[in-house]
């Protein structure tokens, strides 16, 4: 499966973004897919996840409550929305398809990546 990744850009804090992620190749199965960004200097981390294409969401606690992650199943195609935006989440912004039963909430998990899109977001 090919993901292909777009909606990234500078904005200002307090600002919104929605990234896109739309898969081809293959639809999204029923398991679990979701974002992760890498700022400069860091590792890549979690930042949410969805059970294909709408169930059990998980946020990692530095974007609870601002982000939103959802699916467009008749779309193919998986949503991030960014709200109340910080400096801090200034970092590609990475979409990812997991292997089977796993939760993808960890590098390891992930079998397939996005290409990776800029978020900057200015003080």
């Known amino acids: 499966v090919q993901l292909q990744a777009s909606g990234g850009g500078l904005v200002q804090a307090g600002g919104s973004l929605r990234l896109s992620c739309a898969a081809s190749?293959?639809?999204?199965?029923?398991?679990?897919v979701g974002w992760f960004r890498q700022a400069p200097g860091k590792e890549r981390e979690f930042v949410a996840r969805?059970?294909?294409?709408?169930?059990?969401?998980y946020y990692a606690d530095s974007v609870k409550g601002r982000f939103t992650i959802s699916g467009d199943n008749a779309k193919n195609t998986l949503y991030l929305q960014m709200n109340s935006l910080k400096p801090e989440d200034t970092a590609v912004y990475y979409c990812?398809?997991?292997?089977?039963?796993?939760?993808?909430?960890?590098?390891?998990?992930?079998?397939?990546w996005g290409q990776g899109t800029l978020v900057t977001v200015s003080s």
């Open positions: 969805i059970y294909w294409p709408g169930s059990i969401l």
């Open positions: 190749g293959r639809t999204y199965s029923s398991g679990a």
């Open positions: 990812a398809a997991c292997r089977g039963a796993k939760r993808c909430v960890e590098v390891s998990d992930v079998e397939y």
